[in-house]
């Protein structure tokens, strides 16, 4: 880890060279400063060929990832990182200019904290801007946390941060999954440590057709139904006493 990096953010990126240049803009025009943007590219596809206008900036880096999946290309963008804290974007995500500030900042001021997410705005239409959008106030609003609530369902939204020093002792994301693999690694997290709601609208999602979700439903159940149930039997200790949380995480 270099301690002179802020955040790093993981762009697994795999035939959306149409999209990737709008994310890569969005996270070079962020107002936090030092950063790291690593295109993680797999197996296939043009994409890391198509940041080729934004690799002089030293800022960005591509990472190989040596399997297909998004979890894999995860767990190579992890490997890979210099900062202190983690944020996943997808290559159609954009982030309000200061969305990496507001979610450090609440890291830096809650050290017993691992994670924090926020809302976005929710538009169907591909490569539009958080400032210029047609989302119409459609908004993508997350629940208070509580690990009641997360069990329920993946309540962390689509651009979440948490701190890099978690994977020492909750490991990487388990890459059998294809869609849930996220949820799952959330739910290791809050068994030893709460996460926090941000009431702040910080980015600006695509919800379309050829998403993971949408395009298999069947297994994205499945695989929610099956990360849930890898956690139950602990989470009723979790659900039923109050936990003294950890002074400091790091």
Known sequence: MDAGIAVTALVASRNREDLLPGCL??????????????????????????????????????????RSGLYAAWNAGIQESRGRYLCNVNSDDRLRPDALAVMAAALD????????????LVTTRPGETFAHNSSRGRRLSQPTYQPRVLLAGCCCGPHPMWRRSVHAW???????????????????????AP???LEETLGLYLDHPQSLSHADPARAIAERVRAMKSVLHRYKDIIQQERVPLERLE
């Open 170 to 192: 909750a490991g990487g994301f388990d890459e059998t999954y294809k869609i849930a693999g996220d949820y799952a690694f959330w739910l290791r997290l809050a068994e030893r």
């Open 109 to 120: 001021a809650h050290p017993e904290v691992c994670l924090v997410y926020g809302d976005s």
């Open 25 to 66: 803009e969005s996270l070079l025009a962020q107002t936090l400063q030092p950063i790291e943007v690593l295109v993680i590219y797999g197996p296939g596809g043009n994409d890391w060929e198509a940041a080729a206008p934004y690799r002089t900036d030293p800022r960005i880096r591509g990472v190989a990832s040596p």
């Open 195 to 197: 996460m926090l709601h």
